[in-house]
T-cell receptor, first 112, second 116 residues
Framework: GQQLNQSPQSMFIQEGEDVSMNCTSS?????WLWYKQDPGEGPVLLIA?????ELTSNGRLTAQFGITRKDSFLNISASIPSDVGIYFC????????????FGQGTILTVHP | DAGVIQSPRHEVTEMGQEVTLRCKPI?????LFWYRQTMMRGLELLIY????????DSGMPEDRFSAKMPNASFSTLKIQPSEPRDSAVYFC??????????????FGPGTRLTVL
């Protein structure tokens, strides 16, 4: 099925550094979502984006809906140890209400 | 407010046994989704329901898998007979249609299934 290409696959950073990750697709998406998954838990919604070009923040997290509607970006500023986890992008195409396509995830490790 | 509730959290069974996973969506939500997560394949949508009716089951791997939603507050995913390759974490998620945020799915904590 339709795949989202999420990169990087993993990141090892020092506490205090900024983090950037992105998702790209060959198809247009109408909605982009970013989730975080902690070990042993389900994904938790961080940010949802509904319009091309939209820039939305949630604390130290900022996400953008690419103007081509084929990509999205997530930035984390001043990382802290509790940012550790797996970050997933997800997208919905116009004709597929309910069906989200997920990226493969970015594993983030933050060294104190 | 209670989130999505899944049970059991962990299930260990032997090949050939029947396994039933349970989910209670967020009260008032009208969409319910079942996902499977593995290292190799990531998060896969298995089936989803709208107002208790299955809408798309194209992700169900094979006939050994079945899902039901007898009412708005309960759904089951059954595997019969189970096989070792079914070992994965199974998530249930729910959402509410008709709002600006109707694409936002809320996930339960998952059931980690191990089939020996």
């Amino acid at each position: 099925g339709q795949q989202l290409n999420q990169s990087p696959q993993s990141m090892f950073i020092q506490e205090g550094e900024d983090v950037s990750m992105n998702c790209t697709s060959s198809s247009i998406f109408n909605t982009w979502l970013w989730y975080k998954q902690d070990p042993g838990e389900g994904p938790v919604l961080l940010i949802a984006l509904y319009k091309a070009g939209e820039l939305t923040s949630n604390g130290r997290l900022t996400a953008q809906f690419g103007i081509t509607r084929k990509d999205s970006f997530l930035n984390i500023s001043a990382s802290i140890p509790s940012d550790v986890g797996i970050y997933f992008c997800a997208g919905r195409r116009g004709t597929s209400y309910g069906k989200l396509t997920f990226g493969q995830g970015t594993i983030l490790t933050v060294h104190p | 407010d209670a989130g999505v509730i899944q049970s059991p959290r962990h299930e260990v069974t032997e090949m050939g046994q029947e396994v039933t996973l349970r989910c209670k969506p967020i009260s008032g939500h009208d969409y319910l989704f079942w996902y499977r997560q593995t290292m190799m394949r990531g998060l896969e949508l298995l089936i989803y329901f709208n107002n208790n009716v299955p809408i798309d089951d194209s992700g169900m791997p094979e006939d050994r898998f079945s899902a039901k939603m007898p009412n708005a507050s309960f759904s089951t995913l059954k595997i019969q007979p189970s096989e070792p390759r079914d070992s994965a974490v199974y998530f249930c998620a729910s959402s509410l249609y008709g709002t600006r945020r109707d694409n936002e799915q809320f996930f339960g904590p998952g059931t980690r299934l191990t089939v020996l």
